[in-house]
């Protein structure tokens, strides 16, 4: 009998189930099937878990970082900070999470149990004022971040900005893993990819993927109003200064359009809605972003043309994340 013992959880990464959603379906009477790329399989809990070992072991390829020297640090809502934390603790590095505000309790004490040094955002006065000066901005404060970590290199830190935002192996890890899976478990019957904006990453990665095999799938973005910061983990992309947007979604200096179709901009109680629906529907529980792609999944299936046809949806992270917030409250 062969043994199936792992040396890492790193093995795992990957290979998530594609789930249909029939009671969800049946809940609202859709005729088209969505089908859920579940992230919360992968071994810490998110789609996050794929980005950060890929840039991680390239570093480490390319003679960047080394294990018991270097410090990881990176900015986050808290899936990549999270991933960050337990990779780094399997391969040996100290981290340094500086953590967006406004995120669950539950993604901090995550963090901190895999042994990562966890700053907030408002306990760094310089990140602070960015923030309050763009509308809680995510690539704002990225920037300011990495002039701060400039200045610690330049002092001679042995430090490493994992950062997802401008990294580009996180668009190639999800081309790579994410989108190759999707196109192989469906054997490239897809007709719409639906998934919630934050870096772009995923949604880029999967785009190209499915591109590049000459599918005929639309591909819908999701993102909420600039105004709106309850759906942590996503940000607004068209409604901002064009240095404000994720660089996987620029192309020529441009806001792309060869990655998306359309965009949504979600309803956020909708999304909530949808995420507390899929729990009771289907049995799987996930986070406010996972609630946003499906209330996007939900509007596209609801269209005659795609009647009979096959819907993706990205599930980027489990809804234990959340218990804290008002997520599950009715």
Known sequence: MAKKIHDSLTELVGHTPLVRLHG????????????????????????????????????????????????????????TGIAVSAIGAMKGYRVQIYLQEGVSHERLQVMR????????????????????????????????????????????????????MINPLN????????????????????????????????????ADYIHEQGGRAKIFAVEPSETDGRLTGIHNFTEVPFERVPPSLRDNGALTEKVFDEVFTADTDGAFEAARTVAKTDGILVGNSSGAALWGA?????????????????????????????????
């Open 171 to 206: 668009p190639v890890a999800h081309h790579d893993s994410t989108g190759k899976e999707i196109w192989e478990d469906t054997d490239g019957d897809i007709d719409a990819v639906v998934a919630s904006v934050g870096t772009a990453g995923t949604i880029r990665g999967i």
């Open 24 to 79: 969800y379906e049946r809940k609202l009477g859709l005729k088209a099937r969505i089908l859920a790329k579940v992230e919360y399989f992968n071994p810490i809990g998110s789609i996050k878990d794929r980005i950060v070992l890929r840039i991680i072991e390239d570093a480490e390829k390319s003679g960047k970082i080394s294990p018991g020297k270097t410090t990881l640090i990176e900015y986050t809502s808290g899936n």
């Open 298 to 330: 939900a509007k596209v299936a609801s269209r005659k043309e795609f009647e009979g046809k096959n819907i993706v949806v990205v599930f980027p992270d489990t809804g234990l994340r959340y218990l804290s917030t008002a997520l599950f409250e009715e």
């Open 113 to 164: 149990a895999f042994g990562a040094n966890v700053t907030k955002i408002g306990d760094v006065p310089e990140l602070q004022d960015a923030l309050k000066a763009t509308n809680n901005d995510f690539v704002a404060a990225t920037n300011i971040l990495k002039q701060h970590i400039r200045d610690r290199q330049a002092a001679g830190d042995d430090i490493y900005f994992v950062d997802q």
